[in-house]
């Protein structure tokens, strides 16, 4: 069975530091990982998607990698704002656009 | 390009009852999924159609079901509601699904079973 683990499961930081944000999944199929976040009470926010031929994406602030033999995926957010704030998840597919989520990482940055 | 559109968007129904949700994807996506976020539960798979054809179910029971129009727009059903049906429901669309290319969510429906 895919099992997808979030460490922290909560993070609370100043505004401006540079924060890691873990995942970790048993199945070490080659299939593609997808960063999201999420606001209170709102649907979900696709932040980025790694192929399973990539290592790494980024966009602006935002560094993904993905490292198959270890079955672990970060996220790296840069110079953190207080609009960061929110719950993040990582999702793996496993075939027929079928996404197995973790418990995501509830973030606060404070100014 | 509109969003990913979820309708109501909030819902209240008793024990018993059902529920139709309905779900418009983006302009030319044509497979949609949907999820069942709970506190407990987190978010956890239902179904995905493409081309009116279910082709992946999670692990629900039967009183789950879904349907996708030849528009590609699709709904989603709930028989016999139970007070654990409370959720919010999700669902997502995808330009290409061989591709596992990235999915788009709607804001949700949020349901409350009374």
């Known amino acids: 069975k895919q099992e997808v683990t979030q460490i922290p499961a909560a993070l609370s930081v100043p505004e401006g530091e540079n924060l890691v944000l873990n995942c970790s999944f048993t199945d070490s199929a080659i299939y593609n990982l997808q960063w999201f976040r999420q606001d209170p009470g709102k649907g979900l926010t696709s932040l980025l998607l790694?192929?399973?031929?990539?290592r790494e994406q980024t966009s602006g602030r935002l560094n993904a990698s993905l490292d198959k033999s270890s079955g672990r995926s970060t996220l790296y957010i840069a110079a953190s704002q207080p609009g960061d704030s929110a719950t993040y998840l990582c999702?793996?597919?496993?075939?027929?656009?079928?996404?197995?989520f973790g418990t995501g990482t509830r973030l606060l940055v404070s100014p | 390009k509109a969003g990913v559109t979820q309708t109501p968007r909030y819902l209240i129904k008793t024990r018993g009852q059902q529920v139709t949700l309905s779900c418009s994807p983006i302009?030319?996506?044509?497979?949609v999924s949907w999820y069942q976020q709970t506190p407990g539960q987190g978010l956890q798979f239902l179904f995905e159609?493409?081309?009116?054809?279910?082709?992946n179910k999670g692990n629900f029971p039967g009183r789950f079901s879904g349907r996708q129009f030849s528009n590609s727009r699709s709904e989603m059903n709930v028989s016999t509601l139970e007070l654990g049906d409370s959720a919010l429901y999700l669902c997502a669309s995808s330009l290409d699904p061989g591709l596992e290319e990235t999915q788009y969510f709607g804001p949700g429906t949020r349901l409350l079973v009374l």
């Open positions: 302009s030319g996506h044509r497979s």
């Open positions: 790694i192929q399973s031929s990539q």
């Open positions: 159609y493409f081309s009116e054809t279910q082709r």
């Open positions: 999702a793996r597919y496993t075939g027929f656009q079928k996404l197995v």
